[in-house]
């Protein structure tokens, strides 16, 4: 087991937690969503560290309660959503050359594939969806102060 796996499984750990009602984010959650970050930068040409963050359904079970209970703390927000972007990049994006051809490379793919999918059932919540929505209309809202202050 790689020792980036460990790191993994306790930067998750160290995120923080939902009570049903809010997530409750640990006081360095921004330095754990930012390492994640770094460690699927350096991930391996098996996309092991993708994987495995696919498997401990961090996503499911921190990113998709996170993001609406601190969309309006622009710190966490930036580093939350360039962490979901990442997340669920499609899988031939990995993949430059089409999917693989020898049979560990087309199981991975393939799992790849799995994890994406199970990734939907955690978009399917409203409070998730209107927060991006507020997210990206205050970033548009910006970008159209920016334009006229050009004119």
């Given at each position: 087991?790689?020792?980036?796996?460990a790191?993994i499984d306790a930067?998750?750990?160290?995120?923080g937690?939902?009570?049903?009602q809010?997530?409750?984010?640990?006081s360095?959650?921004?330095q754990?969503?930012k390492?994640?970050?770094?460690?699927?930068r350096?991930d391996?040409?098996?996309?092991?560290?993708?994987r495995?963050?696919g498997?401990?359904?961090?996503?499911?079970?921190d990113?998709?309660y996170?993001l609406?209970?601190y969309?309006n703390?622009?710190d966490y927000?930036d580093v939350l959503?360039?962490?979901l972007?990442?997340?669920?990049?499609?899988?031939?994006?990995l993949?430059?050359?089409?999917?693989?051809r020898?049979?560990?490379?087309?199981?991975?793919?393939?799992e790849?594939i799995?994890?994406?999918?199970?990734y939907?059932?955690?978009f399917?919540?409203?409070?998730?969806w209107?927060?991006?929505?507020d997210?990206?209309k205050q970033?548009?809202?910006?970008v159209?102060m920016m334009?006229?202050?050009k004119?």
């Amino acid at each position: 087991m790689s020792i980036l796996l460990a790191d993994i499984d306790a930067t998750c750990a160290a995120l923080g937690y939902s009570d049903g009602q809010r997530y409750h984010a640990a006081s360095d959650a921004i330095q754990g969503l930012k390492h994640l970050i770094w460690i699927l930068r350096r991930d391996l040409d098996n996309h092991e560290y993708r994987r495995h963050l696919g498997c401990a359904k961090v996503l499911q079970t921190d990113l998709v309660y996170m993001l609406p209970d601190y969309v309006n703390d622009s710190d966490y927000a930036d580093v939350l959503i360039r962490l979901l972007v990442i997340l669920t990049n499609p899988t031939l994006l990995l993949y430059r050359d089409g999917p693989p051809r020898d049979n560990h490379g087309r199981k991975v793919f393939l799992e790849l594939i799995d994890i994406l999918q199970s990734y939907k059932s955690a978009f399917t919540r409203a409070s998730l969806w209107s927060s991006l929505f507020d997210k990206l209309k205050q970033s548009l809202e910006i970008v159209s102060m920016m334009k006229k202050k050009k004119k």
